[in-house]
């Protein structure tokens, strides 16, 4: 936690439209910080976090032009938890380190609120680093199509990935809001108008 900033981490299962509810935030003219992006930058060509993940994986996570295949790296820790373990023991410190940079920064330009946006705040037991956690979700079968959708991969695959998660219910346990994706884009956009003045227009933090 922050003591001069509100930090709302931003949380929630694949598919379930994070993004899009972020971008809610972003119209408020409210900061919004992607780890999934700062997940990128911590592994740009040149980085130390490159570095230490070529030397665990070997030169075949490295794409022709010298950047990290993801996908390919993906596949290999998706099923091997230690393998998975290890490339977390990288990237995380790094994570971190640059989202604490981003917070200073915002706090500094004097934003009294600030939301980060990760898949794994639950899972990583990171949620005492935030002032408050917002769980986005969705029903179930909307979360399967979506995902198929997006990633154009079968009912079975996407069943598989979903799986291996964390139980949106589980994690809804875990929010002080909840807000339900399932809708319209037009739908969610007023129910998060409503989450807003309920949680932030009578505060003055």
């Not at 380190?97 to 990171?126: D, N, S, V, W």
């Not at 695959?157 to 994706?181: F, R, T, W, Y």
Request: charge should be negative; aromatic fraction near 4%.
């Amino acid at each position: 936690m922050h003591s001069t900033i509100r930090v709302i981490g931003l949380t929630g299962g694949i598919a379930t439209g994070k993004s899009s509810v972020a971008r809610y935030f972003v119209d408020l003219a409210v900061p919004v910080i992607d780890a999934d992006l700062l997940a990128r930058e911590t592994v740009l060509p040149g980085t130390e976090a490159l570095k230490e993940i070529v030397k665990l994986f070997g030169d075949k996570v490295l794409t022709q032009d010298g950047t990290l295949d993801r996908k390919y790296l993906g596949s290999l820790v998706f099923s091997d938890k230690d393998k998975r373990k290890e490339l977390e023991k990288i990237l995380h410190p790094e994570i971190k380190r640059l989202a604490t940079e981003r917070i200073e920064q915002f706090a500094a330009a004097g934003h009294k609120r600030l939301i980060y946006m990760a898949p794994l705040i639950i899972e990583t037991g990171a949620t005492k680093h935030f002032d408050e956690i917002w769980v986005v979700t969705v029903l179930p079968e909307i979360q399967i199509e979506r995902l198929m959708k997006r990633d154009g991969i079968s009912r079975n695959e996407a069943q598989q990935i979903i799986d291996s998660q964390m139980p949106l219910a589980e994690k809804e346990c875990h929010g002080k809001v909840v807000i339900d994706n399932s809708g319209t884009e037009e739908q969610t956009r007023k129910s998060l108008e409503l989450v807003w003045s309920k949680e932030i227009g009578s505060s003055n933090e």
